[in-house]
C-alpha cells in the first residue's frame, strides 16, 4: 500500500470574523495556502476532502467550485471536534488504497454567526436533556482529578498559561499574548472549579493539507516531507458503572490503534498537539495515551515538562485554549502545526530535533459512553 505524505499546509488566522467573512471565504484561504505550499495548482487534485460541523449542506462542493475544482469527488464528514481529523483519515485510506495520488484536505468552521454559548451535544442526548453539557462534564472531572490525585487547582490552570505562551510565538492563532496565573485562577467561574481561561473559546477560521503518494511527490518534484505513520479512529463504548470518570479507556484504546498501525510508541513522540477544549482535558488525555503516568500530569505541566524547551512539548500552537477551536478545522491545524514543526518552520516555537509528532481529538459526547469519536494521527520527519 502506497504511503501518504504532506506536501503541503496552510491556514487563516483562527479568532473572531464579522458576517461578510463567510464559511466558504475561510476555507478558500487555507486551501490555497496549502496549495501555494506545495506548489499544487489546481489540475493537480484529485479529490477534495471536508472537514466541518456547522457548514451546511454539500460545505465542500461549495467550497471547492470556488477554488476551480468542481467535478471532482469531494466527501463532508462531520465527527464534531475530530471531523477535521477524520477527513484527514478518509484521505490517507483512499491514498494508501492506490485510488488517488494527490488530494486536499481542508477543515473550516464558521462559529461565531451560528453557535450561541458553548457547543452542545444533540438535544435528543439523554445527557444534555439533563444538563450534563460539555462544560460541567469537565468540571467534574477537574474536581475528581484533583480528589484522586492530589493535583492542585494551580496545576490544572498552568495548562492555560502554558498554552497562551506558546501561541505568542503563532501567528495563526486566535489569541497572541501570555496570561498569568493569576489571571486564570481570577477569571468568571465557567463550571466550577474552570473558569473562563480554562475554556476553549468560540471561533471561526479554516486549515488545509495537501495529502501525496509517492508517485504524487515526485509529479509535484518534492523531495522530501513529513509522513503521516497511521490514523486511529475509534467510537466511544458502553461505560460500566465500575469506571472512573478519568478513566480514559477510549484514549487507551485510540492510542492502542496508533501504535499498532505505525509501529511507534509513547517514548517515541517527541511532541503532541492535543484536543485541549479545556484545561482538565490535556492532562486526562495525555495520561489516557499512555505519554503521561497516570496523576502525574498536573505535575508535568507545572515543573515544564511540557513546555516548549521541556522533555515533551504539548500544544507549541498553542492548542484548542488560545490558538481556538473552530471545531470542524482544529484536526486539520494539529497537523499543520505538526508539518511545519517536522519540517523546521515553526519559528520560535520550534521544538528541536523533533522526528514524531502525535495529534489527538475528541469529539462529541453519546450518553452512556466514554465519547463520540477519538482519533489519533502520527506524522513523522
Known amino acids: 500500500m502506497s504511503e501518504t505524505f504532506i506536501a503541503g499546509a496552510g491556514m487563516v488566522r483562527f479568532g473572531k470574523y464579522p458576517v461578510d467573512v463567510t464559511f466558504e471565504k475561510l476555507a478558500v484561504g487555507a486551501a490555497r495556502a496549502a496549495m501555494a505550499d506545495s506548489y499544487v495548482i489546481p489540475a493537480d487534485i484529485e479529490a477534495v476532502y471536508m472537514g466541518h460541523v456547522f457548514g451546511g449542506p454539500v460545505a465542500g462542493q461549495r467550497v471547492a467550485v470556488q477554488l476551480g475544482l468542481g467535478g471532482l469527488p469531494v466527501s463532508n464528514h462531520e465527527n464534531y471536534c475530530a471531523s477535521g481529523a477524520t477527513a484527514i483519515r478518509e484521505a490517507w485510506i483512499a491514498i494508501k488504497a492506490g485510488i488517488h495520488d494527490i488530494v486536499l484536505v481542508i477543515g473550516a468552521e464558521k462559529m461565531t454567526d451560528r453557535v450561541a454559548g458553548g457547543v452542545m451535544p444533540d438535544p435528543t442526548d439523554l445527557d444534555a436533556i439533563n444538563g450534563l453539557v460539555m462544560a460541567a462534564n469537565h468540571g467534574m472531572s477537574a474536581r475528581r482529578y484533583m480528589y484522586d490525585h492530589g493535583a492542585t487547582r494551580e496545576q490544572i490552570a498552568a495548562v492555560a498559561v502554558k498554552n497562551h ?54 509529479k509535484l518534484k518534492i523531495r522530501s516531507a513529513p509522513r503521516i505513520a497511521g490514523c486511529a479512529l475509534i467510537s466511544g463504548s458502553v461505560v460500566s458503572t465500575a469506571a472512573g470518570l478519568n478513566d480514559e479507556d477510549v484514549s487507551r484504546r485510540a492510542a492502542e490503534q496508533a501504535w ?11 511532541l503532541v498537539e492535543m484536543h485541549d477544549c479545556f484545561t482538565i482535558a490535556e492532562i486526562v488525555r495525555l495520561e489516557g495515551l499512555g505519554l503521561i503516568p497516570v496523576g502525574e500530569g498536573g505535575i508535568w505541566t507545572e515543573n515544564g515538562s511540557t513546555s516548549l524547551g521541556g522533555k515533551m512539548p504539548v500544544n ?20 499543520c502545526e505538526l508539518t511545519w514543526q517536522l519540517t523546521d518552520r515553526a519559528g520560535a516555537r520550534q521544538v528541536e530535533d523533533a522526528h514524531l509528532g502525535l495529534a489527538y481529538c475528541k469529539g462529541g459526547t ?13 506524522v513523522e520527519r
Do not use: W
Open 316 to 335: 507549541t500552537s498553542g492548542g484548542l485554549l488560545s490558538r481556538g477551536h473552530p471545531v470542524g478545522a482544529t484536526g486539520v491545524a494539529q497537523i
Open 165 to 218: 505562551a506558546h501561541s505568542v510565538h503563532n501567528p495563526f492563532a486566535q489569541y497572541q499574548r501570555p496570561v498569568s496565573l493569576s489571571e486564570v485562577l481570577e477569571a468568571r467561574i465557567i463550571t466550577e472549579p474552570l473558569g473562563l481561561l480554562d475554556c476553549s473559546p468560540i471561533s471561526d477560521g479554516a486549515a488545509a493539507v495537501v495529502l501525496c503518494s509517492k508517485a504524487g511527490l515526485a
Open 260 to 270: 499498532n498501525i505505525s509501529g511507534f510508541g509513547p517514548k517515541d513522540v517527541d
Open 366 to 378: 453519546v450518553s452512556g459512553t466514554d465519547g463520540g469519536s477519538v482519533t489519533v494521527l502520527m
